[in-house]
């Protein structure tokens, strides 16, 4: 996959030699042993990412399978006649990827394809490498610009993460798809009441348009919904992931999960909406 990516420096194609990737400038990237690259800058600091306990919560929780009607929905959303690009395997370019978990249902349905985890976090792309034999994991900033080459994207993926409206465009083949996952101002109301979360902003929608607006647009969208039953232990995990994760202290957290039932039926709330490029084939007019 090291053809699909690019120097960070001077942006010209990338080399797999040995465990390092080169490109024709001289820049040189290792593969850490934990089998991912750090692709940004010199002198840049990485945005921070999920933290090693955020990521061993979400670890927990996707384990546990309580949203694996996303990723069968993603899978679902992800057109199946999307014509590589590149000419070798179709690719999909997961945004923010986190564990991977999504990027690798995905793969698991399209056999051929291969995946690009993309994340901030180290500890989140050790797992994502692991999660399937057919991803290949990179440390960078998404809101910066992209490691990756021009229209080499024929998916997409975006879900619950940062998405940078002008590199998603530069990044996606002329006839690939963005999949992006939003949560809506239910999903998880029952928890964000009573232990005092994080509200999803009303007008993300609104935002993830104006982003990626005028150069792609939504040919469809899902709303998904579903409940889940979560005893303490399960909703520590849910918490931990989040962007709550930041704001709430453990010991808050304990005090107002003790205040709960055993065991508590969770809602969640989604929109998984598919963009193509504006005027593309497959792409409603
Ligand atoms: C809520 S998690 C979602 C992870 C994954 N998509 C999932 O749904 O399981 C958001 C992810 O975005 C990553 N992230 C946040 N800011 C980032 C940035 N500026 N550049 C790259 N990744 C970032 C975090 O490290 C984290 O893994
Ligand atoms: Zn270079």
Redesign the pocket.
């Known amino acids: 996959m090291a053809g699909r990516l690019r120097c960070p420096n001077c942006a010209a194609p990338l080399r797999l030699a040995g465990r390092v990737l080169r490109c024709a400038g001289g820049h040189a990237f290792d593969v850490a042993r934990q089998g991912y690259v750090a692709l940004a800058p010199p002198r840049r600091r990485l945005?921070p990412?999920?933290s090693p306990e955020m990521?061993a919560a979400?670890e927990t929780f996707?384990a546990g399978g309580h949203y694996r009607a996303i990723a069968e929905a993603i899978t679902e959303a992800t057109p199946a006649e999307l014509i590589p690009s590149a000419g070798g395997a179709p690719l999909a370019l997961?945004l923010?990827?986190?564990?991977g978990?999504?990027l690798a249902a995905l793969l698991d349905d399209r056999s051929g394809w291969q995946g690009i985890a993309?994340?901030?976090?180290r500890p989140?792309l050790r797992r994502a490498v692991r999660a399937h034999p057919q991803i290949a994991a990179v440390a960078?900033?998404?809101?910066q610009e992209l490691p990756v080459q021009d229209a080499c994207a024929d998916l997409l993926l975006n879900?619950?993460?940062?998405r940078n409206g002008p590199e998603i465009a530069r990044v996606l083949a002329p006839s690939g798809a963005l999949v992006v996952?939003t949560p809506t101002q239910s999903h998880l109301r029952e928890i964000v009441d009573a232990l005092g979360l994080l509200d999803v902003d009303a007008d993300k929608q609104g935002r993830l348009h104006a982003a990626l607006a005028p150069r792609l647009q939504s040919e469809r969208r899902r709303e998904l919904e579903f409940t889940m039953t979560l005893d303490h232990e399960q909703l520590r995990a849910l918490i931990a992931?989040?962007?709550s994760a930041h704001h709430l202290q453990p010991r808050q957290v304990a005090e107002r999960l003790a205040r709960l039932p055993q065991r508590m039926r969770v809602g969640a709330s989604l929109l998984i909406e598919t963009f193509r490029r504006s005027g593309a084939a497959g792409a409603s007019a």
Do not use: H, K, Q
Request: with cysteine; charged share 15%; hydrophobic share 45%.
């Open positions: 945005a990412g999920d990521v979400r996707l997961d923010g990827a986190g564990t978990y999504y993309l994340d901030a976090s989140a960078c900033d998404v809101w879900a619950f993460a940062p996952v992931m989040g962007p």
